[in-house]
């Protein structure tokens, strides 16, 4: 089993900037994905960035050159740093891991096995 608690989520005006942090502990050696996720109500949950054990990071064409997606293996911890905010990011954050034998981003939620309880993030106009 793997837990994952985030945080840092908050509200912020447009143009601002958020960082998200989640810890990861439990068996996280048996996972090789990690990701942020997002789900605005009514919408289904999307991803918006992915890191694998190797480093290689992916992310959501609405968010590339925005949002940036690291891990601090030391610490077990994932982080997403939040630039440029706009109110369509508003959302519940969601970290999750996994392990998948395919790619880690552009690939349905359903293949994280583990998930957080979420963080919002509201932005306002």
């Known amino acids: 089993q793997v837990q994952l608690v985030e945080s840092g989520g908050g509200s912020v005006q447009a143009k601002g900037s958020l960082r998200l942090s989640c810890a990861a502990s439990?068996?996280?050696?048996?996972?090789?994905?990690m990701g942020w996720f997002r789900q605005a109500p009514g919408k289904e949950r999307e991803g918006v960035a992915t890191?694998?054990?190797?480093?290689?990071?992916s992310y959501a064409d609405s968010v590339k050159g925005r949002f940036t997606i690291s891990q601090d293996n030391a610490k077990n911890t994932l982080y997403l740093q939040m630039n440029s905010l706009k109110p369509e990011d508003s959302a519940m954050y969601y970290c999750?891991?996994?392990?998948?034998?395919?790619?880690?981003?552009?690939?349905?939620?359903?293949?994280?096995?583990?998930w957080g309880q979420g963080t919002q993030v509201t932005v306002s106009s």
């Open positions: 999750a891991a996994g392990s998948l034998s395919t790619y880690c981003g552009g690939v349905p939620a359903t293949l994280y096995n583990y």
């Open positions: 439990g068996y996280t050696y048996s996972t090789n994905c």
């Open positions: 890191i694998d054990s190797d480093g290689f990071t």
